[in-house]
């Protein structure tokens, strides 16, 4: 087992790194970040401001209300069963390269390995999204402030690669208040989803019935001729408008990413983890039934695709509707600046452990702490994975930037599924942490694992009949790509582990000796 320095006056146990120290690793991230900056990054991350507002369309046309009124909570319960699972893991392992450690640990390297990249490409792709979201409704702003601002598609991409640098260069530089900034992305996320909310609850005229909220189906999807009553609409359409509940909550693993900067890591990651769902899950469902309520144009909804922007522009003042996008685009825009925190972390600690190309450049750190290296190659790699959205669809909504949420989706809920799935093998042989489910690990295990397999099936389908090869009306640009790019890192990354990378990827490494803390490389299992 490592050790750490002797305690003395001079030198009181340090828990968090003494703790840090027996999974393997010296303490070379800053350890400043309290338990409600560990639990904002996530519910940063999760962003009612961002998710709710972008991904809106996608329930709206697949499902129509009652994907939302009842989609929201139902599947929320289903996230809120993962994250205790996680909260448990978390609580054991808290170390920054979060579930591919906890993967490598419970079982083989190989099962480090795919968790990893699964990861890896998750956060990578929830970063893109969250960013060109927050470019898209800049842009929306700006239209609305500016007569000469046309709002096309490319001066979104610019905005997009604009918001990305800022981030990145916030995140670099910005080492002394980052945790700061995440407390304050916190209140501005409850205070203004309040005032979103309050603003649509007295500004309108009128509203819509309960009735509608909750019992309204909409087929706007293409498929099945418009029906909202056959099998295909519950067991195919439906479902894909469950996308807006399961994409805007998620990036919540940035607990375990930050850990290794957390105080009382074992405890506060794994209640900052479960608490940032449930409290998103709450203030998002009352954030989205507002949005309903408001919807009293429909016709204007569908005919921009579904666009949240439709109803606040349909529903409210001209300034109250530029109130509402100014506080959703800042919102998105602390999400995005969390979620390349986040990001750059995963990179640096799988980096750590030698598994990226250039792994000795994206783990060094600066004289800060902070992983600059990484934090520039991942926010470059988000960058290309958005490229496809510079080409418009056909079928007249953005399927690029669903592809790109589809990707985050299947990255991140695949690379949550290994270690959960471990943990239901390990059975009794599990050291459970401070924070554990006890028994109930079982039930809420197996939960876990069959929804995360589930919706993963549903999200590489296609999401229009434009997007179905051999379909009449067949365009690649309405094509989902998430299967090929999912599958694309995973086929690549196979072959990688198959004809090199198991000869010499053992899985997590030690930076500090048993003995006395010296450098050393060795596998941490």
Known sequence: MATTAPVTAEHPRDDDAH??????????????????????????????????????????????????????PLISLFILIIGFCMSELVSAYPTAGGIYWWAAKMGKPVHGW????????????????????????LNLTLSALFEGW?????????????????????????????????????????????????????????????????TEKFNNSGFAGGDNNGLMFWFYILPLGF?????????????AHVSEETKGASTAAAKGLWRSIFYS??????????????????????????????????????????????????????CGMSCVTSMSRMTYAFSRDRAVPGW???????????????????TLAGLVLTLPALYQSDAGIPVAFYAVVSVAVIGLYLAFLIPIALRLRMGDRFVPGPWTLGRKYKVLGWIAVIEIGVICVYFVMPIVPAGVPGNGDFSWSSVNYAPI??????????????ASARKWFTGPRRTIDEADGADVEQPVA
């Open 485 to 498: 790019a999912v599958g694309g890192v995973l086929l690549l990354v196979a072959v990688w582990w198959y």
């Open 114 to 137: 795919f968790t990893g990249w699964l990861n890896l490409i998750g956060l990578i792709a929830v970063t893109a999204s969250v960013d060109y979201g927050c470019a898209t409704f």
């Open 19 to 72: 703790r840090l120290a027996e999974l393997g690793y010296k303490q070379e991230l800053r350890r400043k970040w309290s338990g409600f900056s560990n639990f904002a990054i996530s519910f940063s991350i999760i962003s009612i401001l961002a998710g709710c507002f972008t991904t809106f369309g996608q329930a709206w046309n697949n499902g129509g209300p009652i994907a939302i009124s009842w989609g929201w």
């Open 360 to 378: 000795r450049l994206w783990s060094k750190v600066d004289r800060n702490g902070t992983p600059v290296n990484a934090i520039v190659g991942a």
């Open 150 to 214: 046309a709002g096309t598609l490319d001066q979104a991409f610019l905005l997009f690669v604009i918001i990305l640098t800022l981030h990145g260069i916030i995140n670099i530089f910005g080492h002394q208040i980052i945790d700061i900034l995440q407390n304050v992305s916190v209140w501005w996320h409850v205070a203004g989803a309040t005032a979103v909310v309050l603003i649509l609850v007295v500004v309108p005229d009128n509203h819509q019935s309960l009735e509608f909220v909750f």
């Open 281 to 334: 899950a709450i203030g998002g469902w009352i954030l989205l039934l507002s949005f309903l309520f408001a919807a009293t144009n429909v016709d204007a909804v569908n005919e921009a695709g579904g666009f949240s922007g439709a109803i606040f522009e349909s529903a409210l003042t001209p300034f109250f509707f530029k109130v509402v996008i100014i506080i959703s685009t800042i919102g998105q825009f602390f």
């Open 243 to 255: 996308l807006l509940t399961q994409y805007t909550i998620t990036g919540f693993d940035a607990c």
